[in-house]
């Protein structure tokens, strides 16, 4: 079985300052995919960015970028100038690559909780 | 606005009611999952359908029952609930032959027990 690791229940910052928020993974897969996911009061799940492992190069979208350390286990997200729409719940989380080639459930972290003040 | 929708979106029930949760999607995804969220907790897996089968069950008990009637629907079945299964039920779907595609996930329904 796969654990993930949030270890920042709750980070507070400016609005245009840069935020990193950490994730740690154990798993024993060769083949699997990290996400992160917001999840603001309004309760929907939304991607931010999504990783492969197989590949090298970090992931980015727009203002939010990840460091993927995979000997480390560690799939950490940035937040580049940080808005006050960026307030939510942020879920790191993992999936194998379903036996068979199928599909397969999400194993989150806890969650961390991201204010940006005015 | 969501490509997953779910209804209803809030839900209160006794214990001995009988009651479905509804998901739909129509972007052509083969997998759909559902998941469910105590309050100020991850999402936890549930059921996984690929092509409309039944792939996995995270050995959840017998008075939830999922169903997958077709490619758009999936439904959740429910009876003899317990207070302790109040929470925020979460639908998703994605692609089922490409995994690395993400999940995309409905508003939820938010249910409780009395």
Redesign the interface.
């Known amino acids: 079985a796969q654990t993930v690791t949030q270890s920042q229940p709750e980070m507070s910052v400016q609005e245009a300052e840069t935020v990193t928020l950490s994730c740690t993974y154990d798993t024993s897969e060769n083949n699997y995919?990290l996400?992160w996911?917001k999840q603001p009061p309004?309760?929907?799940?939304?991607?931010v960015i999504?990783q492969?492992a197989y590949k090298q190069q970090n992931a980015t979208e727009n203002r939010f970028s990840v460091n993927f350390q995979k000997a480390a286990k560690s799939f950490s997200l940035k937040i580049s100038d940080s808005q006050l729409g960026d307030t939510a719940m942020y879920?790191c989380a993992f999936?194998k690559?379903?036996s068979g080639?199928?599909?397969?459930?999400?194993?989150?972290?806890?969650?961390t909780h991201l204010i940006i003040q005015p | 606005d969501?490509e997953v929708t779910q209804t209803p979106k809030h839900l209160v029930m006794g214990m001995t009611n009988k009651k479905s949760l509804k998901c739909e999607q129509h972007m052509g995804h083969r997998?759909m999952?559902w998941?469910k969220q105590k309050a100020k907790?991850?999402?936890?897996?549930m059921f996984?359908y690929?092509y409309e089968k039944l792939?996995?069950n995270?050995s959840v008990p017998s008075r939830f029952s999922p169903e997958c009637p077709n490619s758009s629907l999936l439904n959740l079945h429910l009876h003899a609930l317990q207070p302790e299964d109040s929470a925020?039920y979460?639908c998703?779907s994605?692609q089922?032959?490409r995994?690395?595609q993400?999940?995309?996930?409905?508003?939820?329904t938010r249910l409780s027990i009395l």
């Open positions: 995919y996400f996911y309004s309760r929907q799940m939304i991607l999504r492969e879920f999936m690559h379903g080639g199928g599909a397969d459930g999400l194993t989150f972290g806890k969650g | 969501t997998a999952y998941y907790k991850p999402p936890e897996l996984v690929s792939s996995i995270e925020l979460l998703a994605s089922a032959d995994v690395s993400p999940q995309h996930f409905g508003d939820g």
